[in-house]
């Protein structure tokens, strides 16, 4: 594997900005290049875990019978793949319990209907819920998406074994990442920060965010209101 290169300074390349807006101060000029600085190791940050993820090992070969409905008729995991060798499959909480989808998963794939056919030109794309699939197509319907293949989990087996039920049965939200080469399928990546891996202060969350809606919101003054989450209509 050939050397990395060397990087310049991140403080030498944001010392090249010249960007400058009207009547801003040299206190704000000279704040605003220190965060640039910090903003391009952020980005060096999540392109060095971006390739330490790639790299990782083969994952666990999946084996089990999982059996889903899907829009058009009875479906497998290997099926859901098409003709891609690399499937993403969101677990949205919509189980059988719930009168409503969780509208934090809801917002979620809000963002991802409108890139999906970006994402399928590259991978293919599932979204699994425990909750039949009559009431996911019309979720799907009532949200005028139109490009999120929706699945049901006929069994609640595969959401058990890759952790899309709580011990106490409740759903949870699930972000996986499955291989195929032939008829193999192997598990490749998943989500794991939970309660566990939070910090003070903050909601249990992974990095990157998998929604835009926070990406944005870290942007502004405020920040992320720890008092307020997305809802299904306002």
Same mark, same amino acid.
């Given at each position: 594997?050939?050397?990395?290169?060397?990087?310049?300074?991140?403080?030498?390349?944001?010392?090249?900005?010249?960007?400058?807006?009207?009547?801003?101060?040299?206190?704000?000029?000279?704040?605003?290049?220190?965060?640039?600085?910090?903003?391009?190791?952020?980005?060096?940050?999540?392109?060095?875990?971006?390739?330490?993820?790639?790299?990782?090992?083969?994952?666990?070969?999946?084996?089990?019978?999982?059996?889903?409905?899907?829009?058009?008729?009875?479906?497998?995991?290997?099926?859901?793949?098409?003709?891609?060798?690399?499937?993403?499959?969101?677990?949205?909480?919509?189980?059988?319990?719930?009168?409503?989808?969780? &509208?934090?998963? /809801?917002? %979620?794939?809000?963002?991802?209907? +409108?890139?999906? !056919? *970006?994402?399928?030109?590259?991978?293919?794309?599932?979204?699994?819920?425990?909750?039949?699939?009559?009431?996911?197509?019309?979720?799907?319907?009532?949200?005028?998406?139109?490009?999120?293949?929706?699945?049901?989990?006929?069994?609640?087996?595969?959401?058990?074994?890759?952790?899309?039920?709580?011990?106490?049965?409740?759903?949870?939200?699930?972000?996986?990442?499955?291989?195929?080469?032939?008829?193999?399928?192997?598990?490749?990546?998943?989500?794991?920060?939970?309660?566990?891996?939070?910090?003070?202060?903050?909601?249990?969350?992974?990095?990157?965010?998998?929604? &835009?809606?926070? /990406?944005? %919101?870290?942007?502004?003054?405020? +920040?992320?209101? !720890? *008092?307020?989450?997305?809802?299904?209509?306002?």
């Amino acid at each position: 594997m050939p050397d990395a290169p060397t990087l310049a300074p991140a403080a030498e390349l944001a010392a090249r900005n010249t960007t400058r807006f009207p009547n801003e101060s040299a206190e704000y000029r000279a704040a605003r290049n220190a965060l640039l600085a910090e903003e391009i190791e952020l980005r060096r940050h999540l392109e060095r875990v971006a390739a330490q993820r790639r790299a990782l090992p083969p994952g666990g070969e999946v084996t089990a019978d999982y059996r889903f409905m899907g829009e058009n008729g009875a479906a497998s995991l290997a099926d859901m793949f098409g003709d891609r060798d690399t499937l993403v499959l969101y677990s949205w909480m919509f189980g059988p319990q719930r009168e409503r989808p969780c &509208p934090m998963c /809801t917002n %979620l794939l809000n963002a991802w209907d +409108g890139v999906a !056919p *970006d994402i399928r030109q590259n991978v293919a794309l599932a979204v699994v819920g425990r909750a039949p699939i009559a009431r996911q197509i019309a979720a799907k319907v009532e949200r005028g998406w139109r490009h999120l293949p929706m699945y049901a989990d006929l069994d609640d087996a595969f959401s058990r074994d890759f952790h899309a039920i709580a011990p106490d049965g409740s759903d949870m939200p699930g972000f996986n990442v499955f291989t195929k080469s032939g008829d193999v399928v192997r598990h490749f990546y998943s989500g794991e920060m939970g309660g566990d891996q939070a910090d003070p202060g903050q909601d249990p969350r992974g990095a990157p965010d998998l929604s &835009p809606l926070w /990406t944005v %919101l870290d942007m502004t003054p405020a +920040g992320r209101r !720890p *008092d307020w989450y997305p809802k299904l209509s306002y």
